[in-house]
């Protein structure tokens, strides 16, 4: 191939490779997170793929919730808790979030009703990682294993069939059984702290 052709193929390539690479790094996946099927249901920009009532993505935002430098954030308040714009029935979720301040409170949603009020992870300080407003046997506090408030947490849950499965900055906290129902819908609480959580991905189980 004439050296012309060649630097024309390899300019084209690049032009195309660099766009796919910035794209998969703004959504936050990993390499392993994609080859496994998982999808951001955040994108760090707007709430598209969540609500607070019936519209998805909401029209306004409460004066308690906003979007900006790549993370939701919640300023306090008892309400409105943020809901999944759609139902999730076996599935792993991954994501991270922080307590901004010392005495924290909000929780995470697992296959809760069309209001979210259900089937709650504890994000509360000193009881974190235990399981609130459902029955589920095999859930606890994870102590030590969560950070300080400030710095970011990783957690990872794992929900299939009635068995649902935690995993606490990359260690297994605990695997619970008897989770209802079948399937439902996650969220973020409002619990009168300032929160805030950013990647937040999942992979449907089928």
Known sequence: MPMKNLLLVCCVCIVLHVPFAARAEEKGLSKEEQDAG?????????????RFGEESPPKEMPANWKVEEGVIRVTGGGSPHLASAQEYGNFELRLEWRGLKEKYNSGLFIRSGKKVGANQINLAHKSEGAFLGGKLSGAKAVGDLQKPAGEWNQWRVLAEGDRLTFWC?????????????????????????????RNIRIREIK
């Open 38 to 50: 998982f999808v951001p249901i955040f994108n760090g920009t707007d709430l598209k793929m969540w």
């Open 169 to 197: 900055n990359g260690t297994k906290a605990w695997e619970g059984t008897g989770l209802q129902p079948a399937k439902g819908y996650l969220g973020m609480q409002a619990e009168g702290a300032a929160m805030e959580f």
